[in-house]
Each structure stands twice: as C-alpha cells, then as structure tokens.
C-alpha cells in the first residue's frame, strides 16, 4: 500500500518560476526522502530529512517536515525545463535499511 | 563502478508463463530491494535482502512472486504462473545498508508485459 499522498498530482510552471509539492503521509516516520523520476529513467535520490528536523536545503532544493501534521513540502526554486520530472516522497518508518514507502507522485512540467 | 543494472529491460510473456528479472546492485551495497510501479503509480516496495537473507518480504503479493539473492550479490525476482495484473515497471534498487535512512540507488528497471 501507499503511504504518501502528494499534492498536486500535477504542476505547469513557466520556465525561472518556483515549483512547491507537497506530501501528506499516514504513520510515523523515522525519516522521509524525494526522489525525481524522468521519463522512462529509473528513480534519482534528492534529499533526506529526518524525523527530528523541520528544514533542510541542498541546492535549488529546500525541503520542510512536520511531523505534527504528517507532511512534507518540496520547494524547487528558479526552475528549469531539466526539471520536468515525476517527484515521489518516500517515508521509513523502521529503524534498519528497510524498504520505502512511496506516494503518487507530482508530474512537473516546466514550460520554456 | 556502473549504477544498478537490470536485465533485460524489457519482457513480454503469456499469461501463465514464469519468469525471472535479474538485478545487478552496486558493488559493495550490502542492502537490495525490489520494487514495482505500475503506470501513474509510485513504486510499491515487494522485498528487501540485507546480505543473502530476505529481511522483509511483506510486499510480495502472493506466493507466486520469489526472490533469491545466493551469494549476497546478484538477486532474481521470480514470477510463476503470471497474470496481467502483474505488468508492470519492477525497479531494483540497493544501499550500503548501513542504517536507516541510507540513500538508494536505483536501477532503470524491467519492463514485464503478460498478454
């Protein structure tokens, strides 16, 4: 089963604009991941944040957790057409290397 | 050196028929994991090896579906008796396994047709 729902399903941004995905989860977690899926390539790591953290940046990409509302937003700023992209956030809730729990997706696309 | 590899990339088969997909993790990743996305879907975690031994196979459907990883390397994911429900993207991924929240690396994946 799904773990994540994000929102929205799916996005159109001009070219320079901000994009924000959202992701809404069930239990609790022990940390929660987004991954970006192009079209027929396999899925890429983006970043990580943990339970015990409320923000985290890495480049373009700025990610926040609340854990009292069981969600997650990706912020990508000044967006580029390479980031047309299916984005996935992924949760653990076990304290091992275990197996992920993904969302739907948001389908991205960034309009030149 | 080379990313996880998945073969083949493609394969079409008959309904009842068996088959195995293969994954080759990154060398070193003590940590492997199957996946499945269907279409429009995210990936569904089916089974995950930490050396040779299966330490949670809770998404494998059915008993139809095995995997084995005998020399903690190499891993095959085995269907029996397919169905159409079972056409799907199945994504291999590995991991350091080191501890939670370690990142994994994905493998293009195999695209599996049942007529």
């Known amino acids: 089963s799904q773990q994540g729902e994000e929102d929205p399903q799916a996005l159109s941004i001009q070219e320079g604009e901000n994009a924000t995905m959202n992701c809404s989860y069930k239990?609790?977690?022990?940390?929660l991941q987004w991954y970006r899926q192009n079209s027929g390539r396999g899925l890429v790591h983006l970043i990580l944040?943990?339970?015990?953290?409320r923000e985290k940046h890495s480049g373009r990409l700025r990610v926040t957790l609340d854990t009292s509302k069981k969600s997650s937003s990706l912020l990508i700023t000044a967006s580029r057409a390479a980031d047309t992209a299916s984005y996935f956030c992924?949760?653990?809730?076990?304290?091992?290397?275990?197996?992920?729990?993904f969302g739907k997706g948001t389908h991205l696309i960034i309009q030149p | 050196g080379a990313g996880v590899s998945q073969t083949p990339s493609n394969k079409v088969t008959e309904k009842g028929k068996y088959v195995e997909l293969r994954c080759d993790p990154i060398?070193?990743?003590?940590?492997l994991y199957w996946y499945r996305q269907s279409l429009g879907q995210g990936p569904e975690f089916l089974i995950y090896f930490q050396g040779t031994g299966a330490a949670d196979d809770s998404g494998l459907p059915n008993d139809r579906f095995f995997a084995v990883r005998p020399e903690g390397s190499v891993s095959t994911l085995k269907i029996q008796r397919t169905e159409r429900g079972d056409s799907a993207v199945y994504l291999c991924a590995s991991s350091l396994g080191v501890g939670s929240g370690t990142e994994q690396f994905f493998g293009p994946g195999t695209r599996l047709t049942v007529l």
């Open positions: 239990t609790s977690i022990n940390n």
């Open positions: 060398s070193g990743h003590t940590a």
């Open positions: 944040i943990r339970s015990n953290e």
């Open positions: 992924a949760t653990t809730s076990g304290g091992g290397a275990d197996g992920l729990t």
